[in-house]
């Protein structure tokens, strides 16, 4: 999470948000008063009066073949946790394993792992709910909102975003020089890459991960 007292950036993982916080403390002029990495939302956040709070969120199919290929070169605490559980073997770079990969983190949970990190970090009251209820200072309980910036998209979203925050606006049009560091440090992944073929099944409704991160693909419906 980065803290920058009217602005508040939630860093989910696997979204951009190592480029983005460097981004932020970069250019957005503003002193930053909190910073630690996946860190999650607090209330003293979310009923601070005066706050933009945002999270950067990632187009599903996607997220997981990123945390694959991160897992795929020995790296991140997935990989540790899946390994510890007796379960290395689920690493090959084939789509096959890919599906294993999924079943492995998920293992039969209702919710899939990006919505349940994503419920977390951001202090959700229930998945896919970008609002909740804070109190006013003794008044009544009214509800306060974190926005969505798609990864994919993040120059527009961060542009729209940005002309609510007086000062800002200029964000919006430094973004596109620096939006292609967003992945400067992704992974090899023994060089694997999805199909086609498999990234559209998964994306379905009736796929892999229609049901598990469905609240995710319904932020996504949105912008349609």
Same mark, same amino acid.
Request: aromatic share 10%.
């Given at each position: 999470?980065?803290?920058?007292?009217?602005?508040?950036?939630?860093?989910?993982?696997? $979204? @951009? +948000? $190592?480029?983005?916080?460097?981004?932020?403390?970069?250019?957005?002029?503003?002193?930053?008063?909190?910073?630690?990495?996946?860190?999650?939302?607090?209330?003293?956040?979310?009923?601070?009066?005066?706050? $933009?709070?945002?999270? $950067?969120?990632?187009?599903?199919?996607? !997220? !997981?073949?990123?945390?694959?290929?991160?897992?795929?070169? @020995?790296? @991140?605490?997935?990989?540790?946790?899946?390994?510890?559980?007796?379960?290395?073997?689920? !690493?090959? #770079? &084939?789509?096959?394993?890919?599906?294993?990969?999924?079943?492995?983190?998920?293992?039969?949970?209702?919710?899939?792992?990006?919505?349940?990190?994503?419920?977390?970090?951001?202090?959700?009251?229930?998945?896919?709910?970008? /609002?909740?209820?804070?109190?006013?200072?003794?008044?009544?309980?009214?509800?306060?909102?974190?926005?969505? *910036?798609?990864?994919?998209?993040?120059? /527009?979203?961060?542009?729209?975003?940005?002309?609510?925050?007086?000062?800002? +606006?200029?964000?919006?049009?430094?973004?596109? /020089?620096?939006?292609?560091?967003?992945?400067?440090?992704?992974?090899? @992944?023994?060089?694997?890459?999805?199909?086609?073929?498999?990234?559209?099944?998964?994306? +379905? +409704? &009736?796929? #892999?991960?229609? &049901?598990?991160?469905?609240? *995710?693909?319904?932020?996504?419906?949105?912008?349609?």
């Amino acid at each position: 999470m980065l803290d920058l007292g009217r602005v508040v950036y939630v860093d989910a993982q696997k $979204t @951009g +948000s $190592t480029f983005l916080t460097e981004f932020l403390v970069r250019y957005a002029g503003l002193p930053v008063l909190f910073q630690r990495k996946h860190s999650p939302l607090t209330a003293e956040i979310w009923e601070r009066p005066d706050v $933009t709070v945002f999270m $950067t969120i990632r187009e599903p199919a996607a !997220y !997981y073949e990123s945390l694959f290929r991160f897992g795929l070169d @020995g790296m @991140g605490n997935i990989a540790a946790a899946l390994r510890a559980r007796g379960l290395a073997h689920v !690493y090959e #770079p &084939d789509e096959q394993h890919f599906r294993a990969f999924i079943g492995a983190v998920n293992d039969g949970r209702r919710w899939g792992l990006m919505t349940r990190r994503l419920t977390t970090i951001a202090s959700l009251e229930r998945p896919g709910q970008l /609002t909740r209820r804070v109190s006013t200072g003794g008044g009544p309980r009214r509800r306060r909102r974190i926005h969505a *910036v798609r990864m994919e998209h993040m120059a /527009t979203d961060l542009a729209n975003l940005a002309e609510q925050w007086e000062g800002f +606006s200029r964000l919006g049009a430094l973004i596109p /020089t620096a939006e292609p560091s967003i992945n400067r440090n992704a992974s090899s @992944g023994r060089g694997f890459r999805l199909s086609d073929a498999a990234r559209a099944e998964l994306r +379905s +409704s &009736d796929g #892999p991960l229609g &049901d598990l991160e469905r609240p *995710v693909f319904d932020l996504y419906a949105r912008w349609s």
